[in-house]
């Protein structure tokens, strides 16, 4: 080669999977397409082929993973305990209900189109959860768990004493049809059909939650993601570092638990679209926005993996969902019976399986149901390094 003349190095070989082996030799990236795609086929198919009893089990557990997908953003990356959940849930579900309905008699109402009503409810449901600021910006740990269960007990006071509102413990007062571009959910207006199968009421009730829980959970990712993220992390981890470095702790804790409350009211009127009904509870122990479902939202996130908005979803699926999966499956089991003295029912039964469940993830799994995904892809990822490092160059 003559001088002044420039070469340029030859391309270093790459491995073959590189070229020709595509997805199929990439293990952990199969993985999560295999992850979407199951996603997909659950969010997608059951409306064509399930009982409109089995989805409303799905719809369920929906409610339940947007309010702990909020509750896990608010515990899990800010490091705030809340019991609070079904009061901001109530909140949603009564704003909607006044909102979007007319006026009646005895029940206060503004007619309002029924989108406007469903954003005015999230709004409403997080500026209360703003109004709390000054106790949640400055207590921590068990005691803001304390301050906030009290709220349980203010929905619970509200509900019964304001009826013109709540429509009162005994009737409740109904839910408004969410016209959706045209499209009601709540009853069959206009007809229309997907793949050759009529969407009746529960059909569209399902395509309507799943659309409501995607963008909540895209939304939870971004900002998981972002700098407000990071920002929630910092001050879980170590206020005065967080401070020193510039973050207003006061703000995002403010900010957090506003966030997560917007998400609890979109629970609460996604219930009230499920029940078609509001109706306030009669005791602060038992009922929709009581002490055992703020306890139930706890159990879905530390099952899950604290933090983690996947998670969240997949601890709905086990405390939300296995109940009205058993009733449908052996309500009439003797074992499982649904009333007598002994009787053992599906709910009973959920709670001793989640209550276990907690105690394995504490002992043996802190990270929850996330961290066994986290796992399996690292797996994945390991098989691909040493495939690659163990297939031969320029194969």
Request: proline share 5%.
């Amino acid at each position: 080669m003559s001088e002044g003349t420039l070469t340029a190095d030859p391309p270093a070989e790459t491995p073959s999977h590189g070229r020709r082996g595509g997805l199929l030799s990439n293990p952990a990236t199969l993985f999560r397409w295999g992850v979407r795609l199951v996603i997909a086929l659950i969010v997608l198919t059951p409306p064509l082929y399930f009982e409109p009893s089995w989805l409303r089990v799905g719809q369920y557990v929906m409610i339940g993973a947007v309010a702990a997908i909020g509750l896990t953003l608010l515990t899990g990356q800010a490091g705030q305990l809340s019991l609070a959940h079904p009061f901001f849930m109530f909140v949603g579900g009564a704003t909607y209900c006044v909102l979007g309905s007319e006026d009646a008699p005895g029940k206060v109402g503004f007619g309002l189109p029924s989108l406007v009503a469903l954003i005015g409810a999230i709004l409403v449901a997080a500026a209360l959860g703003l109004a709390f600021a000054p106790v949640s910006g400055r207590v921590r740990g068990v005691y803001l768990g304390v301050a906030t269960l009290a709220l349980v007990y203010v929905g619970l006071y509200l509900g019964q004493q304001w009826t013109s509102l709540s429509g009162g413990t005994a009737s409740g007062r109904p839910s408004p049809d969410l016209n959706l571009f045209g499209i009601k959910t709540l009853r069959n207006d206009p007809e229309i059909s997907f793949l050759g199968q009529a969407m009746e009421r529960e059909q569209r009730v399902w395509y309507l939650f799943a659309l409501l829980l995607l963008i909540a959970a895209l939304l939870a990712w971004g900002a998981v993601r972002s700098r407000p993220g990071r920002a929630w992390r910092a001050v879980r981890d170590n206020e005065s570092a967080a401070s020193a470095l510039g973050v207003n702790v006061p703000r995002v804790r403010a900010e957090v638990f506003a966030i997560s409350s917007g998400y609890a009211g979109l629970a609460g009127v996604m219930t009230v679209m499920w029940y078609r009904l509001l109706k306030p509870d009669e005791s602060e122990f038992a009922g929709t926005y009581s002490i055992v479902v703020a306890i139930a939202f706890l159990a879905m996130i530390l099952i899950g993996g604290l933090g983690s908005v996947g998670g969240a979803i997949a601890g709905s699926v086990l405390v939300f969902g296995l109940p009205g999966m058993l009733t449908i499956m052996i309500g009439g089991n003797e074992l499982f019976g649904t009333s007598g003295a002994n009787a053992i029912t599906p709910a009973i039964f959920t709670s001793f399986v989640y209550g276990a469940a907690i105690i394995i993830v504490v002992l043996f799994e802190p990270g929850g149901l996330a961290a066994l995904g986290r796992r399996l892809k690292a797996t994945a990822a390991r098989t691909q390094l040493g495939s690659t490092l163990l297939s031969p160059k320029g194969s």
